[in-house]
């Protein structure tokens, strides 16, 4: 899966720049992945960077957002902002999105400071979402629900509790009391999605 689109604007009228949407496959592009979630998680949130890589990483499908910039000029370069006139540009690591699915659970949803204001945490929960769609014969069998003849896959998450609001626009409910994870409030938050 890869999503690419052109510059546009959110329904705030603020233009997104353009971004690239793909599940990380390489060594490099997950290791881009942690390095958003450390950034987010550890140094600015401060939670414990010991737990930030776990034992679901190995397991776990990894989305990694990123968007174009003006590549740095390279040794050879003698004129400043040459590469710029020549449009060559390089993919910097924005957000990413990390999905579970032997607990079909959203986790890690993570966006660089500088582009939050850009929608992105919808465009890695819509992706995710596509994904899990779109490879409905990857995951578990008893995962998936029927009801009146439709499939249905729900999706859980642990939402901290300033972002539920962000997590019920995008479909999610409320499920539970809140609950203490990593010395933070929660909340188990769930979201059904049909497949076919």
């Not at 962000?166 to 497949?195: I, K």
Request: with cysteine; charged share 30%.
């Amino acid at each position: 899966m890869s999503i690419s689109t052109p510059t546009s604007s959110d329904d705030k009228g603020k233009i997104r720049p353009p971004f690239t949407l793909k599940v990380a496959e390489t060594k490099d592009e997950i290791e881009a992945c942690y390095d958003i979630r450390i950034e987010v998680f550890s140094v600015e949130q401060g939670f414990p960077l010991d737990t930030e890589i776990d034992e679901y990483d190995p397991i776990s499908v990894h989305f990694l957002l990123t968007t174009p910039i003006a590549s740095p000029p390279s040794e050879e370069t003698t004129t400043p902002g040459q590469s710029e006139l020549n449009g060559e540009t390089t993919e910097k690591p924005i957000g990413t999105i990390r999905y579970v699915p032997s607990l079909s659970k959203l986790t890690r949803l993570a966006v660089d400071k500088e582009y939050r204001s850009f929608g992105f945490g919808r465009v890695l929960v819509d992706g995710m979402h596509k994904w899990i769609k779109d490879n409905i014969d990857k995951l578990e069998e008893k995962k998936i629900t029927e009801k009146d003849g439709k499939r249905f896959i729900k999706v859980k998450c642990h939402s901290q509790i300033p972002v539920i609001p962000f997590y019920a626009r995008m479909g999610y409910v409320s499920e539970g009391p809140e609950f203490d994870e990593e010395g933070a409030p929660h909340q188990l938050m769930v979201y059904e999605t049909e497949l076919s």
